[in-house]
Structure formats: structure tokens, C-alpha cells
């Protein structure tokens, strides 16, 4: 009942989001001081990276950054909590059983998806938690902006249909491992998995009738196919109110598509393992707005200067300002954001984010038996990558229609178990039920090639471009696109 009691308190203090912007600044700037005293405090890695720092009065850019590397390699000093231990977190989350359980009875865990390189391991208490949970139902669902409407979910749960990849422990589907028990009554969660037989979870949908979907992009876009050529009756019974993108990007063509097959509002979502409340997809428009009384995302070059709103950056900086066990200080990340240079036409005054275009990944496709294509996601490989703390950086190659690569850097100091890599990549593939359909192997490497732009790129289709093939079908034109090729074929 305290943490019912509680999490409502959160509602009404994160509803009045369009409240001016002065007051916004000086709530973050207000969390912002409070995080970095308790972290020269409590975390002997920021006590002495902020030496001769006036924590209390110091500008955001007189900070040093850190990067993922160097969070990874002072874990044990970083965290705020003496009896976190990286490799007794790593081990935590090596047993599946694990995920939903609090570690020592107080912090949720979860892996990064390591879409930056190397894997990390991020641990959040159950107010963290809450709050999570809290952003989104206050700011990120077309609801009144009170809580009392909220109880009537005890009689009418809302529901939500979760699209991603097999249940572990990478950011989106712990999250919702934790869902607080207070919140069950109120919140059902259907989880479907991307590979699933298309009929199955078409079913499932229909039977479950949700408010609310979130999921990839790309499966976004397959449940909008089958929905436009009638093979699904989702629209029909009324029920969703609201579609969420999360972790793919997705043009604004595709949504407008959405929109008009679903009858539902289509919103994106940007955030990530490290803070998890970044962002609200608009509930009114394209795009999301920063939670910047939770987060300070900097928009910067690669000289870590901040660019104007309106041009495109070639990182950020997140500061996670709720955070306290594990705090991420302006923490580097290498997407490409561009801000909005005018306020949101919805009328919130938080930051709007115009445009992501830093995680589209070259799209990697496998040919099934009967030779048709069919989309990978990147995360379902990445997805077992999560387990290995020991590698710095990866890059997953594909080289034929059913074959990928996957190149690993070793931590400095550290080796890299071949075998190892493989198993727990193909524990997910066969938890796909892929296995006869994905050739993997694993080459360690001491560096990875950059592009001329001097980046990494994490996923390459070298098959596609070799044989001067397409990328599998998606969007809202690829059921035509797909008949015209057969028929001229």
C-alpha cells in the first residue's frame, strides 16, 4: 500500500509537464546539485574524478565526461553502494531465473544493449523504478493529467502488448520484469516475441484487445502489413489507443501509414538502458520530449561542444539526475540527435527532439527456405552479446544470406572465450527458433575498421551490397513493392 501511496505522489508531481520553462530549469538544476553531492560523497571514482571541482556552483561542461569503458573498468568504486560487486552483477544476471528479482533485496539489474560497443551493467533502486513507470503513464499516454482517473484502472486494467525480442535482461524487457505488484491489478502486459509465428501472435493480440503497443519499429510495420491486406481484425474491435516505437527508428512516411491503418496515435520513444525516463514519445505530434527535470541530455560534437537546436550532433552527454545508486554523468553516447529549434506545436515546454538518426543500423535479413526474406532485428544477436563483460567493442558482419560474423574486442588485459560468445549467441537464436536458419561465427579482433566518417558501425550487410540486394520489405509500401518484383520476375 506505501508504494501505491508513493507512486501516486510521483503521478502528481510529473503531470504538470507544461508548467514554464524557468521552473523546469531550476527543478533540474535543484537534482542536478543533490546528484553530484551525493556522488563525491558516496562513490570514491567521482570523489576523486571531481577533485578541486566546487560541485555545488560548477557549469555541467566544467565536468569530464566518461564513457562506457571507463564506467565499466571502476564499476566497483562508481557505484554508490559498497556491496555491489561487477563480477557478483555479472553472475546475477547469468542465471534467467534472476530477472524480476530485486539483487540484495534492493536494486533492480539490467544489461545496456551494448549497441555502443560493449555491454554495461546498470543497477537502479525500486524508486527508480517507480518513477519509470510513473514518466510514462504521466507523459507519455494520451490520459487526463491527474491520477484520479488512474483508480478506475482497478476495474478496467489497461492493457499492453510489449513487441521485442525473447524475455531477458536488456533494458526493455527488464523494466518490465520489475513492474511493481501494486501496478498488476491496474496494467496487464502481453509479451510477444518478434519471431513468433505471425499468426500466433496476431491471435494473441486480438484475444488480449490492447490499449497500448510498444515495440521495434520493424514489428511495428509487419502488424501494420497485416492489418492493411485484412489478415488482422485489430482496428475492427476498437480497443488501441496509442502505438509506441521504440529502440528502431521510424520515418515519418511509415508512422502517417500507421496512424491511418491502426486509427491509433503513433509516438517514438527515445531512451536506453542508463535511464530508462529520457524521454516521452508526444502524445500530439512526431517525436519526444526530454524528461529534463530527470535527465540532462547535451547535444555535442565530436569536440564534446553543444550544438543549436536544429543541427544534428555527433553525440550526446546524458546525465541521469534520478539515478543515485549508479550515477551516469555526463555519459557519452554516440547518437546523432538534432533538437527542435521551436517549441512543440502540443504546447509542452520540455526539449522536443526532432530527429534520431544515430542508431539505424544496416538492415540484416535472413533467407528462408522457401526464398523469402525476412528481416533480423539487430537485437536479437546483441541480445546474447549482453553477457559478455569482457568485450570491449563488437561489430556483427553479414556475409551471406544466412551467415554472420561477429567481430570482438577484448577489454584491455582480458580474453575472450570463442566458444562462449557462440553459446550464448545461439541460446537466443535457438530461443527464436532460428537455428537452422542463422550460420554465426566469431572471429576476436584487436580493433574494429571505422568508416570514413572515423565510426564504428555495429551492423554491416556486406552480403546486400555485394550482391546488390535489397533489404527485406518493410514499411508501408512493401506489400506493392514486393508484388511488382514477383511479377516482373
Known sequence: MFGALRFLVMLQKLYPFWRNPAEIRATQEKRLRSLLAHA????????????????ARCALSDLPTLSKAEMM??????????????TDLAAFVDDPDNLGRYYLGDYSVSHTSGSQGQPALIVQDREAIYLVFAAQFARGTKLKRRFLPHLGRLINPARMAVLTVQPGFYPSASAFAYLPAFLKPAFKVLHLTVSDPMPTNIRQLEEFRPDYITGYASSLEAFGREQAENRMNLTELGCLKQITNVAEPLSDKSAAWLEQVFGAHVTDEYAMGECMALSSGCTMGRGAHINSDLAILEVVDENDQP???????????????????????????????????KPC????????????SGRSKDKLFIETEDGQRRELPYYLILTGLHHVLEMAEHQIVQTGPRHFLIRAVPVAGQKLDVERIRSVVMEQVVSEDLDRLIEVEIAVVPELPRGPSGKI??????????????????????????????HAA
Open 307 to 341: 550544438v543549436p537546436p536544429g543541427t544534428e550532433g555527433s553525440k550526446v552527454l546524458l546525465t541521469n539526475l534520478y539515478n543515485r545508486v549508479q550515477p551516469i554523468i555526463r555519459y557519452e553516447i554516440d547518437d546523432r540527435v538534432t533538437m527542435s529549434a
Open 40 to 55: 563525491v560523497e558516496n562513490s570514491p571514482y567521482y570523489r576523486r574524478r571531481f577533485a578541486g571541482l566546487d560541485v
Open 73 to 86: 573498468e571502476h564499476y566497483d568504486e562508481l557505484v554508490t553502494d559498497p556491496r555491489l560487486r561487477k
Open 457 to 486: 558501425s555495429r551492423a554491416l550487410n556486406e552480403y546486400a551490397k555485394k550482391k546488390d540486394a535489397s533489404p527485406p520489405d518493410i514499411g508501408p509500401d512493401a506489400g506493392r513493392e514486393r508484388a511488382a518484383r514477383a
Open 345 to 356: 506545436a502540443c504546447g509542452s515546454f520540455l526539449p522536443h527532439i526532432e530527429r534520431i
